[in-house]
């Protein structure tokens, strides 16, 4: 009998690490390791990494720097880097890190679990890495970027009611500043069969809410037989699953947010009124350099389709502040964007050149830090002072939330307030909102009603049939 293995892993990055993460764990328990709970007590050590920007790939050779000498005290122990920045630097990881003893690429997980026992079995370090986007005919390098997901653990989510499912791998956009199509391979649309097969698995596994996943979801196109499946059609067939409660999709392109897409959003009630629509600038030229694919102009008629097809929605963005040769009037331009746009919520980046892309063979990284930095607070500020007003709206408001666990401040609150903690949970829009109930509400959906809110926060109570019966609620908004 195999001794049982113990794996401690550490993920950085968007939602497709922490799905990679997920498959990787269930794959090795599958072959009888266990989750430890720190570096001490772990036999493979593994780093699931971001190349998205310069400072996340900073941190993790800064992690990595900190086990040099642990290595030293514990050779035995296995150290294995998988991921985006695996697939970017593949042999620099080796050369900036020598002990570590495994590198693998998001395309190349299922291969994980052989690659540790030969590590195990003095092999040497191990690289399994995908083609470049140049390295061979376009079917070769589409097969060397794999996903294996049907490998379902509900014990490895960080909760067992909400699941993400990839629809879609890799990306074919190229964004000039993007590091992803070069990581990530080619665009490949999962079948629908499988989709659908792994959703069912989900669903029998107690899923309420699942957020299907794509870096381009809604490009979502597979072809078969002459027919084409497009992501609305998935969304009416998942629809159907019994069980599934909520359904969302991240990360949408602008140009391929479609009618028909927007309306099955409308008509299908466990489709969150929630779309992520990443603008990244508001200016033309800023766009054009970036090769997104739109202007401004056709990024508004886009965003007012939206609204026109689902009022309740909530639309949140993306932006990069900094970009190469991004002057004060195109910064501005940006900044009038956020100001009539109405987004729940933007995230802000800093440009950080990113090696490989085309933005670092074009242009100059030209605008100082302290400039992105400002731009990058302001826009904050003002996205910050849109996001409270639209929060305001729901104040009285009736919501219902999926109830995701109890808050930080709870924890410790719990000792001496027996069994009534702070929850916090989601609307269908994606507001968090903190609550106060018990426990067993957690995986529940429930209406609950808000009496105060913040930029980034709904404050509610549990509804009882008192606060009903003398309609201080209004009905849900969202
Ligand atoms: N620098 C800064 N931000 C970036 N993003 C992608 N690449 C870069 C980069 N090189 C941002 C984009 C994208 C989000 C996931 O990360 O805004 O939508
Ligand atoms: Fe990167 Fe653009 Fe693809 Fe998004 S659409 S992953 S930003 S290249």
Redesign the pocket.
Known sequence: MAMTKRLYIETVG?QMNVLDSEMVVADLKKRGYELARDLDAADVILFNTCS??EQAENKTYSALGRLRSFKKQHPEKIIGVMGCMAQKDQQLVFSRAPYVDLVVGPGQLARIPDLLDDVARGKGPQMAVSLGRKDGPIADIKRSHETFDPLRDPTMRPTPFQAYLRIQIGCDKF?T????PMTRGPEQGRSPEQILAEARVLADQGCKEITLIGQTVNSYKHTNGGKTTRLSDLLYALHEIDGLQRLKFV?NYPKDMTDDLLQAVRDLPKCSPYLHV?V?SGSNEILARMKRGYTVEEYRETLSRIRGTIPAAAVTS???VGFCGETEEDFQKTYDLVGESRFKNS?I??????PG?K?AELYADDVPFEVKNRRNNELLELQNRISEQGNQAFLGARVEVLVEGASDRAKRRDEDQGEIVQLVGRTPCDRIVVFDGNPRLIGQLLPVAVYDVAAHTLFAAVVTEHILSVGQARAPVG
Do not use: A, L
């Open positions: 968007c998205v920007r964004c500043y993007c590091i992803v990360t990443p990244q993306d932006f990069i995230f980046f800093k440009y950080s050149e990113r892309t933005g």
